[in-house]
């Protein structure tokens, strides 16, 4: 069964540290990989999307890799905000698989 | 910026009823899809479209139905709902698709938090 796996499911760090956030997947037939942030009772916001093609991309103080010989993805925050307080969520494009989530929490 | 609209923010209805839930997107994507979110249990697809009139099960349709009409608009439907139906429902849509997958870049609206008594 293909999945997606997030690693942590929570973490909770101090204010302005940078983190990394994971997601692995089983089938390396990647097409794209998107994250998203999903405040509470909310709907789900896109922070980024990697095209199969591409390595990484970069939006502000965020950066997401993919390395499909590995089946994984990082996402890269740097300089943590209280704002950052969310749940994020990677899905693999290829059958629409979403990852768990790792739900974030900021420490001012 | 594409804008995916759910008609509902929240809906509270009784066991038995119809119910319908609706979604608009104003950026003529072609596929369109409606998920459940539990605690848990996180996103499950529940059905697709990819054109007017089509329609693909997801992993859990048992309960539920679609309606594509037109391309902006898919329609989720719950015949008799069911309180193990109360759940935040989500919409999205995306452009492309090509053999073998899914290849555009999802967007999602607020999501419509149904709670069945």
């Known amino acids: 069964k293909q999945e997606v796996t997030q690693i942590p499911a929570a973490l909770s760090v101090p204010e302005g540290e940078n983190l990394v956030l994971n997601c692995s997947f089983t089938?390396?037939?990647?097409?794209?990989l998107q994250w998203f942030r999903q405040d509470p009772g909310k709907g789900l916001t896109s922070l980024l999307l990697?095209?199969?093609?591409?390595r990484e991309q970069t939006s502000g103080r965020l950066n997401a890799s993919l390395d499909k010989s590995s089946g994984r993805s990082t996402l890269y925050i740097a300089a943590s905000q209280p704002g950052d307080s969310a749940t994020y969520l990677c899905v693999r494009a290829s059958k629409i698989i979403f990852g768990s989530g790792t739900r974030l929490s900021i420490r001012p | 910026d594409v804008k995916v609209t759910q008609s509902s923010r929240y809906l509270v209805k009784r066991t038995g009823e119809k119910v319908f839930l609706e979604c608009v997107q104003d950026?003529?994507?072609?596929?369109m899809f409606w998920y459940r979110q539990d605690p848990g249990l996180g996103l499950r697809l529940i059905y697709f479209?990819?054109?007017?009139?089509?329609?693909e099960k997801g992993d859990i349709p048992e309960g539920y139905s679609v309606s594509r009409e037109k391309k902006e608009r898919f329609s989720l439907i719950l015949e008799s709902a069911s309180t193990n139906q109360t759940s935040m429902y989500l919409c999205?849509?995306?452009?492309?698709?090509?053999?073998?997958?899914?290849?555009?870049?999802?967007?999602f609206g607020e999501g419509s938090r149904l709670t069945v008594l």
């Open positions: 089938d390396s037939a990647i097409y794209n």
């Open positions: 999205a849509s995306s452009p492309g698709w090509s053999s073998g997958g899914f290849t555009g870049e999802l967007f």
């Open positions: 950026m003529d994507h072609e596929n």
């Open positions: 990697i095209q199969s093609s591409q």
């Open positions: 479209s990819y054109d007017v009139k089509m329609k």
